[in-house]
């Protein structure tokens, strides 16, 4: 009698632990889903400042031109901003092309880590041109500026030194912001990935 008592509790203990681990499941689904969709998120918030900054810059070519002749600079100088921001533009949509926010949702995690490495490497590599760029470009607009004579001319220097601090300040703003994200969707891949 006492075999069959035990019996039955190990039955009963049998069918808890089946129901238990039910819920374990579920529930480690449901983790995982909602990690993927904050991941989800936060390619598509990079995403929108890329495009962001690609209308910025598609807004700066017509002004720029504009602004540039109105000051009196070179044709030059005006050709080489209007060619380094449409490279800009060009290569913001080469780094953000292959990474799609929806991948994150049923695609292959593996893949799409690749994706936001590459991704980052296509920044550092962007960062190693236009930061030389933009200095000698700088250089070049104070040059532009100074070679004018009168008060309109410093003030232009001014502005151009003020603009060029705030401008610094919110690229690197930006870049430390895709940086820490770019890390944050990483860490939670390999902890999906290594489960």
């Not at 009698?1 to 509790?9: P, T």
């Not at 962001?52 to 070179?74: D, E, K, R």
């Not at 005006?78 to 913001?92: C, K, N, P, Q, R």
């Not at 991704?119 to 960062?127: I, K």
Request: charged share 25%.
């Amino acid at each position: 009698m006492e075999k069959d008592i035990n019996i039955e509790e190990f039955e009963t203990m049998k069918k808890q632990l089946e129901v238990l681990k039910d819920k374990l499941d579920k529930e480690t689904i449901i983790n995982e889903q909602l990690m993927r969709k904050a991941m989800k998120e936060k390619v598509s918030k990079l995403h929108k400042d890329a495009i962001i900054i690609c209308c910025v810059a598609l807004f700066g070519i017509p002004y720029c031109t504009w602004a540039f002749s109105f000051m009196h600079l070179s044709v030059l100088f005006m050709v080489m901003t209007d060619i380094f921001l449409a490279v800009a533009i060009i290569y913001s949509y080469i780094t953000h092309k292959g990474l799609k926010a929806n991948d994150l949702l049923d695609g292959n995690l593996i893949e799409v880590s690749h994706k936001i490495i590459k991704m980052r490497r296509l920044e550092s590599l962007w960062l190693r041109f236009s930061i030389p760029f933009i200095t000698i470009w700088f250089a070049w607009f104070i040059y532009e500026v100074v070679k004018q004579s009168g008060d309109e001319a410093i003030s232009m220097a001014i502005g151009g030194v003020v603009g060029g601090i705030i401008g610094g300040t919110i690229g690197v703003s930006k870049y430390r912001k895709s940086r820490k994200k770019t890390n944050e969707i990483l860490l939670q891949i390999e902890e999906l990935t290594s489960k």
